[in-house]
């Protein structure tokens, strides 16, 4: 039987049960379970504001375009972010004709702080922080530098749902933090986000947006009274990006199991540090020792990488990698050379299957192939 990279783990009963309620009310879209999903979701992570969307990529956008005229930015102007992401991240600073400054990383493969100093010019307005596979690299170093430089901290928490720092949840430091729920991350619904304002101005105004610049979205009409329902204003261009209430529905069951579901993920992280342990030639990517990783990645380098790639696969066995260094692409290929750590890890990144269907057992099958063909 193959090993897959990501399976993703529905609770199909409990998830049909939450979708036929949306049915049966005859509400499908946003507002009824979005609500509850976006309360539950602040329960859970102590963060004073949620707002879902439709998926992860559109919330960072969303970040930028409002940061961008909140505080009057200009074309051109900088956003410090990491070449080792998906490409969605640094698209998203392009969308609003701002420009990525690419900075190196760390051996957690997050973004090093003394290369965003070292990047840092009169244009720089706001640093983009990646929390590769759930890592929480040098965040807290992050946050500080951006306070300390005046700087918009915007954070890409993709890989976070249940990722905590000394025990609290991460995303309340930041200005913005932006979750994905898309089909394979730990809280996996078809597709969509969480955006996390710190301010409640932002929150209400990213309500609006969402909502192509509507002042008053057709939930929250419904239980309005009187003849005037239709009623409402336009006060800016916004965009479609809110969630469904589909979607909130899968998404509200999977949070209650999401601590469960990740505990499971750092078990299996644990066998794998076991099994690969002695292995020459391969090299863990380690976890900061005050992060509580939500483990969604389990990543290694090996010089080997796509020889090691070929014989993974003819046991059945199909890693990942995440990510190719950006600067390879020919969008950002005017900053290639400008990141060397982050251009080596690339050459050697393998992420070894990562999911709630993986045993010991298969553990130590994938650790055993590893172990034969690393060099």
Request: net charge neutral; charged share 20%; aromatic share 10%.
């Amino acid at each position: 039987m193959a090993t897959q990279l990501f399976v993703p783990a529905f609770r199909i009963e409990e998830c049909l049960a939450q979708i036929r309620e949306c049915l049966e009310k005859g509400w499908t879209g946003l507002g009824f379970k979005t609500v509850e999903f976006e309360k539950a979701w602040c329960d859970y992570t102590a963060l004073p504001h949620a707002h879902f969307l439709s998926s992860n990529t559109v919330g960072l956008h969303l970040a930028l375009h409002m940061f961008k005229t909140k505080h009057a930015w200009n074309d051109g102007d900088e956003v410090i972010t990491t070449p080792l992401t998906f490409v969605s991240t640094n698209h998203a600073i392009v969308y609003c004709n701002l420009q990525p400054v690419f900075a190196d990383v760390d051996d957690q493969l997050c973004l090093d702080p003394e290369d965003i100093e070292r990047k840092l010019t009169p244009k720089t307005r706001a640093v983009m922080f990646v929390g590769i596979g759930g890592n929480c690299g040098q965040y807290q170093r992050v946050v500080e530098l951006c306070r300390r430089r005046g700087l918009c901290l915007i954070l890409d928490a993709a890989h976070m749902s249940g990722t905590r720092i000394s025990g609290k949840h991460v995303g309340g430091e930041a200005d913005c933090a932006v979750f994905s729920f898309q089909a394979v991350k730990n809280l996996p619904t078809a597709d969509s986000g969480m955006i996390c304002f710190r301010e409640a101005d932002d929150d209400a105004r990213a309500r609006k947006l969402t909502w192509l610049g509507i002042n008053k979205d057709t939930y929250t009409r419904t239980s309005l009274q009187g003849p005037y329902k239709w009623m409402y204003d336009v006060e800016e261009v916004g965009f479609k990006y809110h969630g469904n209430s589909i979607m909130a529905a899968i998404g509200l069951v999977q949070l209650r199991y999401l601590d469960r579901d990740n505990a499971y993920r750092r078990q299996l992280a644990s066998w794998y540090q076991e099994q690969l342990g002695q292995i020459d030639g391969c090299r863990m990517v380690p976890v900061a020792a005050d992060c509580e990783s939500s483990r969604h990645l389990f990543q290694i380098l090996i010089n080997n990488r796509d020889e090691l790639i070929s014989s993974l696969h003819t046991h059945a066995i199909y890693p990942g990698v995440h990510y190719r260094d950006n600067t390879d692409y020919r969008m950002y290929a005017h900053a290639s050379g400008s990141c060397p750590k982050a251009r080596q890890a690339s050459s050697q990144l393998l992420s070894l299957p990562m999911h709630l269907g993986l045993t010991f057992a298969d553990i130590a099958e994938i650790a055993a192939v590893v172990r034969k063909y690393a060099k």
